[in-house]
């Protein structure tokens, strides 16, 4: 049974950064990749950046390029989001998602499993 279990999240200032963590189990995990997607109250799912099985491959939204990196540890089955120079528009619950044998997917649809998510708050 595959499992991802985020964690990280977190209140924070403006400007302030935050390293989410997704960990995943029950999964040959370096033959999936992952993606990370944000559901802010009243908003729909966004898509926020994905990362391939290998971790060569990386994509990410708009409105979090120049400001995310994505990295992965396939050893520890763990993928990471490090979110730089937040902004209060970054106030969200946080999901991974991850889909077997793709390289980068950006739509939410392509993906298998879920975690619960982690909320971030950015307060200005």
């Known amino acids: 049974q595959v499992q991802l279990v985020e964690s990280g999240g977190g209140l924070v200032q403006a400007g302030g950064s935050l390293r989410l963590s997704c960990a995943a189990s029950g999964l040959t995990f370096s033959s999936y990749a992952m993606g990370w997607f944000r559901q802010a109250p009243g908003k729909d799912r966004e898509f926020v950046g994905t990362i391939s099985g290998g971790g060569a491959l990386k994509s990410y939204a708009d409105s979090v390029k120049g400001r995310c990196t994505l990295s992965r540890d396939n050893a520890k089955n763990t993928v990471y989001l490090q979110m730089n120079d937040l902004k209060p528009e970054d106030t969200a619950v946080y999901h991974c998602?991850?889909?077997?044998?793709?390289?980068?997917?950006?739509?939410?649809?392509?993906?298998?499993?879920w975690g619960q998510g982690t909320q971030v708050t950015v307060s200005s």
């Open positions: 998602a991850t889909v077997w044998g793709a390289r980068c997917v950006e739509r939410p649809n392509y993906y298998d499993y």
